[in-house]
């Protein structure tokens, strides 16, 4: 259990992020959170050995474990990998374990993995052999359930009993993002090795089309065109700094927003204030939802006058911002 833990914030972060273990790594519960990650909220446990397995038949040549060299390195991923899957799963909750015997029991499986020649590999075997072996040498954690409470009050006749200390909040996150890093991985790995789409129907992979388009002359030109962007970015901001940037972008989006408010009212940019008023008020009487009877029409009339005021009130603010701007300068100049 955890402890000074608030149970809102449990149930909000469930809601939130429950599907990927967040509540779990707010509660301490480290394991928990990397096996609701990688199961996708505790359904579907068997993904992370399905997309294992295509990692293995598909980003190494079919006839893999014919070769030795890359045989035992397969192999020895897949033995450590099942230990830790092992392991990770076994002890969650009051269990404890010796890292050492999952191990053990998948490496009495690699023969299954690596010396079959002439048959498939078998990863069943190691993950049977290290789970019975886990379970054999499993112990029953006392420290787990704990009463702090029982502690404190017996502190100077059992001093050696301590509470089970939970990781650090920013060690969780670490633990738990490396762990996230590894899934992604073998996941975006095997999709990517996978991945099939339909053109003009032709079954084509991914994996070829990003290849193709990595070499293409499009791509090329853009890679250029994004360099020399990011070139002059660079240079920007050793010149202006960031708060130049920012303002650079504000007044680009700005100057969008009063474009389109232009656009609207059908008028010139160097448009008076009179004009734009004058505007305004043709356009406001043209498309004045009272004006339609018809459901349609006057369901359109009344986005297209929505769209009216907004822009006159845009254009509006703008000149009257712009004006005020103008007369504090000549007030103080300096």
């Known amino acids: 259990m955890a402890d000074n833990k608030s149970l809102i914030l449990t149930y909000i972060f469930s809601l939130i992020g429950g599907l990927f273990g ?3 790594l707010y509660l301490g519960r480290t394991q928990h959170a990397l096996v609701w990650f990688t199961t996708f909220g505790g359904f579907g446990q068997y993904l992370t050995s399905v997309f294992y397995g295509f990692i293995t038949y598909y980003a190494f040549p079919d006839t893999w474990h014919k070769q030795s060299l890359l045989s035992l390195f397969i192999g020895c991923c897949t033995v450590f990998a ?27 499986g690699m023969p299954f993995i690596v010396w079959r020649s002439d048959l498939s590999p078998s990863f069943n075997i ?69 991945l099939q789409v339909d053109i003009k129907g032709r079954r084509v992979r991914v994996k070829d089309v990003l290849i193709d388009f990595f070499k293409s ?58 004009t734009i008023e004058t505007q305004c008020r043709t356009l406001s009487r043209q498309w004045h939802p009272d004006k339609h009877r018809n459901p349609k029409d006057k369901e359109k009339a009344e986005a297209i006058f929505m769209n009216i005021q907004q822009a006159c009130d845009r ?16 007030e103080n100049p300096y």
């Not at 017996?154 to 490396?178: D, M």
């Not at 010149?239 to 680009?252: E, L, N, P, R, V």
């Not at 254009?315 to 000549?330: D, F």
């Open 217 to 274: 002359q499009q791509f090329l030109l853009l890679y250029q065109q994004l360099l020399n962007v990011l070139r002059q970015l660079w240079s920007f901001y050793l010149k202006h700094g960031f708060k130049g940037i920012w303002t650079q972008i504000w007044m680009a989006l700005d100057s969008e927003s009063e474009r389109q408010a232009f656009e609207t009212l059908n008028i010139s940019y160097d448009a008076s204030q009179k």
């Open 315 to 330: 254009l509006s603010n703008e000149r009257k911002r712009r004006q005020l701007i103008n007369t504090q300068k000549r």
């Open 82 to 108: 099942i230990a830790v899957g092992t392991q990770m799963m076994g002890t969650i909750g009051p269990r404890q374990c010796s890292f050492m015997w999952p191990l053990l029991g998948a490496i009495l």
């Open 126 to 194: 190691p993950a049977f052999l290290s789970s019975w072996i886990f379970e054999w040498k499993i112990e029953w954690n006392p420290t787990y359930f704990f009463d702090e409470s029982v502690m404190k009050s017996n502190e100077l006749q059992c001093s050696k009993l301590s509470k089970r200390k939970r990781r650090h909040f920013i060690k969780r996150c670490l633990i738990f993002g490396f762990g996230i890093i590894i899934f992604t991985s073998i996941f975006t790995t095997a999709l990517y090795q996978n």
């Open 22 to 24: 967040v509540h779990h």
